[in-house]
């Protein structure tokens, strides 16, 4: 995937990654269309790269989960920069409700966000893609894709089914000029993670203890540089944080052991 002269879409680009994702591209070269349901946030922050790279960036604020507005977000990119989408960047997710509390509305809302949106997206976009035998697809999904998050039963199980998509969508179609990675971060300075450790709820507090106690916490720049890195040389699985790999290898080769660690980890954090 190279950035220069690609033209992408970024979600979640009101903050966090998703912002620091536009950045980097930006100043790689790509001309991106950034959207965030959060209309101030989105506007402030593509303002802000906007300005020290001038016509890089528009900014189109609405539900990454709509198929209405994801229609509007590629319509808007051909017709601003002139060109086909090359990048779609699904990278909004949200992580709501407390363990088996969760409410309907909330596992709807993180299904939309963390899974369908990628769906739809995809939906719309690969057609054109294989046509033109080329396109590349990142997903933001998380570590908790593919290990698990303390707390979070919503966030845990929607990003595993994340990573699922990510993984089908490359092996169907991948030797057809597609690329696709799948971005599985673990702890990252953004306000997810921050709300969640000064969260009134105790399995809001501890899923957020989970992650920070685990291992270093990345500054959302890191992480963009390391994506645009492992976009350079189509690497499916980014992993920021290097300790993920060797966890998920200790969970594939002893299940069960895994998750009896996993349980004295949770008891630790009590």
Same mark, same amino acid.
Not at 258 to 267: N, S, T
């Given at each position: 995937m190279k950035l220069q002269d690609s033209v992408g879409i970024v979600t979640g680009a009101g903050g966090g990654i998703g912002a620091a994702l536009c950045r980097r591209f930006a100043e790689n070269g790509a001309r991106v269309v950034a959207t965030d349901l959060d209309a101030d946030r989105l506007e402030t922050e593509v303002g802000r790269i906007a300005a020290d790279h001038p016509g890089s960036i528009v900014a189109l604020a !609405?539900?990454?989960s709509s198929v209405d507005h994801i229609r509007d977000t590629i319509a808007l990119a051909e017709s601003t920069f002139g060109a086909p989408v090359d990048l779609y960047a699904a990278n909004a997710g949200v992580g709501l409700g407390d363990g088996l509390n969760a409410s309907p509305a909330d596992w709807q809302t993180s299904i939309d966000v963390n899974l369908m949106a990628h769906v739809r997206a995809a939906e719309l976009l690969v057609p054109g893609w294989l046509d033109r035998g080329s396109g590349h697809f990142? @997903?933001?999904? @998380?570590?908790a894709g593919l290990l698990t998050q303390i707390g979070s039963a919503t966030y845990s199980t929607t990003k595993h089914a994340a990573v699922a998509f990510a993984e089908w969508l490359s092996v169907t179609y991948g030797s057809r000029g597609i690329g696709v990675s799948c971005l599985c971060p673990m702890g990252v300075n953004t306000a997810m993670l921050n709300s969640g450790a000064e969260s009134d709820s105790d399995t809001a507090r501890q899923g957020a203890k989970a992650v920070t106690e685990a291992g270093l916490v990345l500054e959302p720049l890191e992480v963009a540089d390391i994506v645009v890195e492992s976009l350079a040389t189509d690497e499916f699985l980014?992993?920021?944080?290097?300790?993920?790999l060797e966890f998920f290898r200790r969970k594939a080769s002893d299940y069960d052991r895994?998750? *009896? !660690?996993? *349980? *004295?980890?949770?008891?630790a954090l009590s």
């Open positions: !609405g539900d990454c990142l @997903s933001t999904a @998380s570590a980014i992993l920021p944080h290097p300790d993920v895994w998750l *009896r !660690g996993m *349980r *004295r980890y949770q008891e």
